[in-house]
């Protein structure tokens, strides 16, 4: 059965630092994955796209791999600020219409 | 981007009634989505809605218990019918502008249901 896999666990991290976050999924072939920020009672947030012949994106403060071998991708938030605290959901485009399937996201808390 | 409402944000529903939630957005687009988030779970998709056709319902969802209505290109409507306490849960519409061009999905700031 196809699983997209990220850490349950929070992860916390200290102002400043590097945040890496993973999602591992089995059983896909998506043409791309896309990362989304997800704040306390609202919406998720559109962060980063990343095609399946590229092997990396980057904006800002933020980056993205994207293995189609090892079936996974890398979020980095560098020089992390307590404002990057949030929940950040990977989601693997399943079809060409675009529907989206989610992982189970990862808490980022980032103390001063 | 894309603007996105919904209403109600929130409710409380005795069990056996029905809720129609609204989604209303600022420009027209051809692919809406319905997802539901249960508490401390991720978005799970419910049904594609495009207008002039049938919504296309995920394994899981039949019609009616989820109807959905698409009247026009920035309008759509989820039904939770003859509602239990399994149905609490944030219902959260989202549309893709311009497939082809751009795959980012716009999410509305979701509906919060309890269910007594």
């Known amino acids: 059965s196809q699983k997209i896999e990220q850490n349950s666990e929070a992860l916390n991290i200290q102002e400043g630092k590097t945040a890496t976050l993973t999602c591992n999924y089995t059983n896909y072939s998506p043409a791309y994955l896309q990362w989304y920020r997800q704040d306390p009672g609202r919406g998720p947030v559109f962060l980063l796209l990343i095609r399946e012949n590229e092997k990396e994106k980057r904006k800002e403060r933020l980056k993205v791999t994207f293995d189609t071998t090892l079936k996974q991708s890398l979020f980095h938030i560098t020089a992390s600020q307590p404002a990057d605290s949030a929940t950040y959901l990977c989601?693997?485009?399943?079809?060409?219409?675009?529907?989206?399937?989610f992982g189970s996201g990862t808490q980022v808390v980032v103390t001063p | 981007s894309a603007v996105i409402s919904q209403k109600p944000s929130r409710d409380i529903c005795q069990r056996g009634t029905s809720l129609t939630i609204q989604c209303q957005v600022d420009s027209q687009v051809t692919m809406m989505f319905w997802y539901r988030q249960q508490p401390g779970q991720s978005l799970t998709l419910i049904a594609t809605a495009n207008q002039g056709s049938e919504a296309t319902y995920e394994s899981g969802f039949v019609i009616d218990k989820f109807p959905i209505s698409r009247p026009n290109l920035t309008f759509s409507t989820l039904t939770v019918s003859n509602m239990s306490p399994e149905d609490s849960s944030i219902y959260l519409c989202?549309?893709?502008?311009?497939?082809?061009?751009?795959?980012?999905?716009?999410f509305g700031p979701g509906t919060r249901l309890l269910v007594l």
């Open positions: 989601a693997l485009v399943t079809d060409s219409w675009g529907k989206l399937q």
């Open positions: 989202s549309v893709e502008l311009d497939r082809g061009r751009s795959e980012t999905q716009y």
